[in-house]
């Protein structure tokens, strides 16, 4: 009777095979095989986001946090903290509404 022994190939008992390597030219064999697939299914992908894209209205939002400080911050006294400044009261809100203006804007 015949021995039910699966038959080698000679290639892969010459060649050590690590688990490492990775057949490049295999990789690019099966890619370009599927090629045209590929390229249906990227195109269709394309079409598809540019006529969501095109109808949408364009959108700019932005916030900012803006800082107004008066002048430089300096060392005080007890006094100057308890006198009354007139021109303090008055420099924010001028200040508020030069940002709003329409020249900034």
Do not use: C
């Amino acid at each position: 009777m015949r021995e039910l022994t699966p038959r080698r190939d000679a290639r892969f008992e010459e060649e050590k095979w690590d688990d490492d390597f990775i057949d490049l030219g295999h990789l690019w064999r099966v890619v370009w095989g599927y090629k045209w697939n590929i390229l249906a299914l990227a195109s269709i992908v394309s079409i598809i986001a540019i006529l969501v894209a095109l109808p949408m209205r364009p959108v700019f939002q932005s916030t900012a946090t803006i800082l107004i400080e008066q002048q430089t911050a300096r060392v005080v006294s007890i006094e100057e903290v308890y006198s009354a400044g007139g021109g303090s009261w008055e420099y924010l809100p001028t200040q508020v509404e030069i940002l709003r203006s329409r020249a900034l804007v």
